[in-house]
Structure formats: C-alpha cells, structure tokens
C-alpha cells in the first residue's frame, strides 16, 4: 500500500510539473535527457527558450537565457519573476491621481514631517 501511495505522489508531481511547464510555455526535459543532449538543450536556453530538468517528476533546475550581470531586470525575466511590459513606455507618462479634497499634497506633507523632526 505504501508504494501505491508513493507512486500516486510521484505521478502526481510529475504531472503538475509537466502542467506546470505547458502552462507556462516551457519545455521539460529529464535529468538523463539533459545529459545526453546538453548542447541542443543549452542552445535552446541561449535562444531564449526557458527548459525545466527534472528528475522523478522533480524540479531540479531551470535553463534560462544568461543575461547582462549589470542588468538586474534582465535577470528577473529570464528566473521568470517578472514579466516585461507588453508595451513599451517611460514611468513619467503616467499621470498621478488627482490629490483628494482637505488633504495636504505629498510635498506639504513631507515638509511638515521635516520641520517637526526639526524641532
């Protein structure tokens, strides 16, 4: 009974893995597959292409593209943490919020905290 469990929890690590991996548009390659064909897989990977190993249904590593080492974006994209905007833009076309009525503005109320820390 205990190796059906275990084998249940297996088969079902490795088919969330490997959903996981469809869903997020990556490939998924065992450990001996890597090992076998480690060119083709890292050029994949250098090409843009993110591809899970795995071993026993198991995440082991992710390849990912290398990226700049003074660009932590890049870096960020490529772990796939974040994702990069769908459209290009810059922070200062964004309009800031009206101020609400009976408020002070963010300047007046920063520099009121620094005249009271002032005295």
Known sequence: MLVASSLRSALAAHECS??????MGMESIGIRELK??????VKKAHQGEPID????G????????????????????????IRPP????????ITPLPQKPGR???SE??????????Y
């Open 86 to 93: 769908e459209e290009p833009g810059d922070i200062l076309d």
């Open 36 to 41: 076998q064909h480690t060119s083709r897989y």
């Open 18 to 23: 490997s959903l996981w991996a469809t869903l």
């Open 53 to 56: 190993v795995t071993s026993h």
């Open 104 to 106: 002070p503005s963010i």
């Open 109 to 118: 109320a920063l520099q009121q905290m620094r005249e009271e820390e002032r």
């Open 58 to 81: 198991r995440l082991l590593a992710r390849l990912v593209p290398a990226s700049d080492p003074d660009d932590p974006i890049a870096d960020l994209v490529a772990a796939g943490i």
